[in-house]
């Protein structure tokens, strides 16, 4: 069974990070994906700001996810780097990620993942980048 049909199967059970850090499924489709998460205490850093790796997580999540989506049968992907900048702190509430697929090569794919508040003003907290290595599998 394909990984995107174990997320339409089990959801947020099909990925143990997604149970683990409470990740929802909004949407995923043609090179885009939408997760949401709830913000909690134990996610917070020793200022009482969310930790910043988890903004990179959540996008990362939001990017992998969309690749997915315009994958072939016999392909998989591996991060091969990924930047995130940070432009706004968050201490309590949700946070949405969206993931697209900037383009797609036989070897190499590119993303773009964008942290926010939901709803369609949504300010913006976050932006990711990410290359993944496109590997064929025989």
Known sequence: MSYLEEI???GQDA?????????DIISYAEGQAVLSMDVRPDMMNGDGWLQGGVYTALADEAMALALFTVLKENEITATISETTSFYRG????TIVAEGTVIR???????????VRRPGE???????SSASF???EQR
């Open 133 to 135: 290595a496109v590997i």
């Open 121 to 127: 003003d949504g300010e913006c907290l976050a932006e």
């Open 8 to 10: 339409s199967l089990r």
């Open 15 to 23: 990925n143990p990070f997604f149970r683990m850090m409470g990740i």
């Open 104 to 114: 797609k090569g036989r070897r190499v794919a590119f993303t773009r993942g964008v």
């Open 90 to 93: 968050v201490q309590d509430g």
